[in-house]
C-alpha cells in the first residue's frame, strides 16, 4: 500500500482540510527504527485533548499526593474528563508540565498565547506527538511506574472513544487516546488520534493520525455548539465527519512502518 495509499487519501481532501499521519517504531533488539510523516494543510493543529496522557505522566511527579494524581489522572485519560485535566494542568502549571515533557521526550511544545489554561489548544505536529508518546511508551515498559499507570488507562479507553481505530489496526490491546474539538473561532472539527502498541522489551510502534476538516455550515455548527455547552456527547458528529479518514490513515501508516 505505502505511499500510494496516503496518496489517495490527501487527494480527496475537501479545500481547506489539515491532515496529518505519522508513525514511529523503535527499540532495542528489534528491527532498525522507522518513521513515517505525511501532512497535508497547516504545519500545526491545536491538540484537542490528544496530549492528557502525556500531561498526566508528568504531573505525577509534581503532585505529592498519589491518590490526588490518581482521582483525576485517570479520568483524565479514561474518559478525557475535561475537568480533571484542568485541575492537574492549573495546579502543576501549563509551562512546567510542557517543559516536563520537553525534558522527558525532546519535543518542545509551548502554552497558548492567548490563554494559557486551554490545554486542548497547544499547537502540535504528528511527527512531535509521535516522537513524544514513544518516549512515554518506552518509559512504561522500562519500568516507570506512573508511565505504565497511564499506557493502561490508555487501553482501558472505550470504543465511543477510539473511534473503531484498534480494531481497524487489529490491536485490540493497543493504547488509545483520542482528541475531539471543534472551538467557535474554526470553521473546522478537529480529531485525532493516537496509538501505542508495545511489542515486548524497549519496543514499540505508535501510530498518530490529526485532522481539521471543514464543517462550515452554520446551523450544524449552533447545534454543535449547544451539545458542547450542555455537556452532551458529540463524538458521533466527529465520526461522521472524520472517523473513516482516521482509521484510513492510521492503518496506512502503520502498514508503512512494516506493521
Known sequence: MGFVAFN???????????????????????????????????????CASLLKPLYAWVSAARIPDAERWRRHAEPSVVISSNADT????????PGVILDDIRRRTGVAWSPPNGDPSRFGSVE??????????????????????????????????????????????????????????????????????????????TRVTVIVGMTALPY????????????????LSVEHTHEKLAGALLRELMTATLTELGG
Not at 490491536?171 to 474554526?186: L, N, Q, V, Y
Not at 462550515?216 to 455537556?231: L, N, P
Open 86 to 93: 484542568l485541575n492537574l494542568w492549573l495546579a502543576v502549571g
Open 216 to 231: 462550515t455550515d452554520a446551523r450544524e455548527r449552533e447545534i454543535y455548539r449547544e451539545r458542547v455547552a450542555k455537556g
Open 124 to 201: 502540535v505536529a504528528a511527527d512531535e506527538v509521535a516522537t513524544a508518546y514513544a518516549a512515554f511508551a518506552q518509559s512504561a515498559v522500562a519500568g516507570d511506574p506512573a508511565a505504565a499507570t497511564v499506557l493502561e488507562w490508555m487501553r482501558q479507553v472505550g470504543p465511543e472513544q477510539a473511534f473503531g481505530v484498534r480494531e481497524a489496526i487489529g490491536a485490540p490491546d493497543a493504547g488509545i487516546k483520542s482528541g475531539w474539538f471543534g472551538a467557535p473561532d474554526e470553521t473546522c472539527l478537529r480529531t485525532h488520534v493516537v496509538a501505542v502498541l508495545p511489542r515486548g522489551g
Open 8 to 46: 489517495e487519501l490527501l487527494d480527496d481532501l475537501d479545500h481547506g482540510a489539515g491532515v496529518q499521519a505519522a508513525g514511529i517504531r523503535r527499540g532495542y533488539g528489534g528491527p532498525p527504527a522507522r518513521t513515517v510523516c505525511v501532512s497535508s494543510g497547516l504545519a500545526r493543529l491545536r
